[in-house]
Every structure is written in structure tokens, then in C-alpha cells.
């Protein structure tokens, strides 16, 4: 029964239905996986934050899950303005350094991302970022982890000359695609489409198919950049 409800809910969640992912786990059983939800359902929709933090300790706070969990939620709140507390920017790199010493080489790989995130959004260090994102790239393509490289590549495009970043945005938003994750299809839709010029028919189409996507889903922090765009 564990194992079916463990299946539901990971498929659930790459569907982007959180609340139902959650609802189909017992905690007590799958309290990492539980956790891994919680905070998913929180960045995506910018909403839950206790439900996450409480979740997240729960867990045995020496595990690489709690860590990197516990790095993630800092990181969001200094990204969304909310909550924010005075030692996030410490607390989040805290985590994903000790994440990062997992013996664990998707865990490592993971960690070594969202620190580059930490550095690039929050810092405006691409300096800093870019070799952390390699680590992690190597990874990803080494043990052949699609999902995984769809996250790093969508985030080393900005850093790449036009023609590079486009092909890495649509090859980030194929392999999303391919596996279903519905929410981070999605949003590699949106920012295929933001960097598109602006007569061009793709970031057209691109914009009818994710607006009323992201509305299903309640994806906070996109309908924001959505609205954002629409004002400038």
C-alpha cells in the first residue's frame, strides 16, 4: 500500500495537483517525500509556507533532505519578498553546502544547482554560479537524468549567446514535456516565450497556452511575471 500510494503521489505531483499529492501520503510513513511536496507546492504557488517549514521539521535535520529542503525554503522567501527572515541568505547556503557533502551524487548534484540559483538570483554572481551549474550539469547528463538537466539548462541559458539560449530553453522545455511535469512545462513556456521577439507568432502561441495553464495551477510567482509583462 506504501509503495502504491508513494507512486500516486510522485505522479500527482509531476502533474503539478499538490494538494492531492499530499492528501494520498501518510506523513509519518514518507515524511521526506511529504516534505519534498509541501515546499514544491509553496515555491510554485507562493502559498503554504507553514504547512512546508512544519513538514520539513519533521525530518531528521542531519539528513541531506532536510537540508537542502531547509536551503530552499530560505532562498524563497528572500526571492518572493516574503517572510523574509535575517539570516535566510546564510541559512540557505548553509544548506546547500551540507547537502552538498552528501555521499549521494544526485543529492550533491541538486545541492550544487540550487547554489548556483542562491548565487545567480539572489547574489547576481554569474561568476560564482556558472561552475556550480557545470558540477551539476555533469551530473545530471552522466546519470542520464532528464528532469534534473531540464532545471539546470533552463537557468545557464541566460548566461549564453542568443541562438545557445533559445536551443537550451526549447530542449529544457522538451524534456519537461516528454516527462509530464505539467508545472515546469509550463513555465518553460513562459520563458521560451519571453525570449522570443515580441512579433514573433511562437511567443504568441507560447502565451495563449501557458496564461490559462498557470491559472489552473495557481502558479503564483509566474502570473505575477505574467501581469509584470503585461503593465511594461
Not at 503554504?48 to 524563497?76: C, F, I, N
Not at 518553460?188 to 504568441?204: G, I, M, T, Y
Not at 491559472?215 to 510567482?221: Q, V
Amino acid at each position: 500500500m506504501i509503495a502504491d500510494d508513494t507512486y500516486i503521489a510522485r505522479r500527482l505531483l509531476l502533474l503539478g495537483e499538490w494538494d492531492a499529492a499530499l492528501t494520498a501520503l501518510d506523513p509519518e510513513a514518507e515524511p521526506e517525500l511529504y516534505a519534498e511536496i509541501a515546499v514544491e507546492r509553496w515555491f510554485f504557488r507562493i502559498e503554504g509556507h507553514e504547512e512546508a517549514e512544519k513538514a520539513v521539521a519533521a525530518l531528521d535535520p542531519a539528513s541531506p533532505t532536510a537540508q537542502l529542503l531547509t536551503g530552499r525554503l530560505a532562498y524563497s522567501r528572500l526571492l518572493f519578498g516574503r517572510g523574509t527572515r535575517a539570516d535566510d541568505r546564510a541559512a540557505a547556503e548553509a544548506g546547500y553546502r551540507a547537502a552538498a557533502r552528501s555521499g549521494d551524487e544526485t543529492m550533491r548534484g541538486w545541492a550544487e544547482y540550487h547554489w548556483a540559483v542562491l548565487l545567480d538570483n539572489i547574489d547576481e554572481n554569474p561568476a560564482g554560479a556558472l561552475p556550480r551549474y557545470e558540477t551539476a550539469l555533469e551530473i545530471a547528463t552522466r546519470t542520464g537524468d532528464g528532469y534534473f538537466e531540464s532545471y539546470i539548462i533552463r537557468h545557464l541559458a541566460p548566461h549564453k549567446e542568443p541562438a545557445e539560449r533559445l536551443a537550451m530553453l526549447r530542449r529544457s522545455l522538451h524534456l519537461r514535456a516528454a516527462l509530464g511535469a505539467r508545472p515546469q512545462a509550463i513555465a518553460a513556456q513562459a520563458l521560451l516565450a519571453d525570449n522570443l521577439p515580441e512579433n514573433d507568432p511562437e511567443r504568441a502561441e507560447l502565451t495563449r497556452v501557458f496564461r490559462p495553464a498557470a491559472e489552473e495551477l495557481r502558479i503564483g510567482w509566474l502570473l505575477q511575471q505574467s501581469g509584470a509583462l503585461e503593465e511594461s
